[in-house]
């Protein structure tokens, strides 16, 4: 019986040596579901953030988009905010993008007298 109280006591103890050291006196810890909260935040923030900057990087490089208006486009992308890029990516693109052509160098045939291994 001794031994469970002294057993409770250190755990007591450890608690309250952990949780000093871990937490400053006096600063609020969040609780779990405010974590998630702010975890949850964070990750709407960086998808809608990601979205409106691929959507104005593809309007400033696409020659051409429906209605030939890119400042409206470029507003309705930045005042609706996922939204608004996801109509754009659906709506909007009339001509590909334009893109450098390649060089294409055509291989050059080797003719039937150039065969050494015969």
């Not at 050291?21 to 809608?48: E, F, H, M, Y």
């Not at 890029?85 to 001509?95: I, K, M």
Request: glycine residues 6%.
């Amino acid at each position: 019986m001794a031994r469970r109280i002294a057993g409770r006591a250190r755990l007591a103890t450890m608690v309250a040596t952990v949780s000093c050291v871990s937490v400053l006196r006096g600063a609020n810890v969040p609780d779990l579901k405010t974590l998630l909260l702010i975890c949850a935040v964070l990750l709407w923030a960086c998808v809608q953030y990601g979205l409106m900057a691929w959507a104005l990087r593809d309007l400033v490089y696409r020659p051409r988009v429906r209605g030939d208006n890119k400042i409206l486009w470029g507003m309705l992308i930045l005042t609706v905010p996922v939204i608004g890029a996801l109509f754009y990516a659906g709506v909007a693109p009339v001509t590909p993008i334009a893109r450098t052509p390649r060089l294409i160098v055509p291989q050059r045939r080797l003719a039937a007298h150039d065969d050494t291994a015969a």
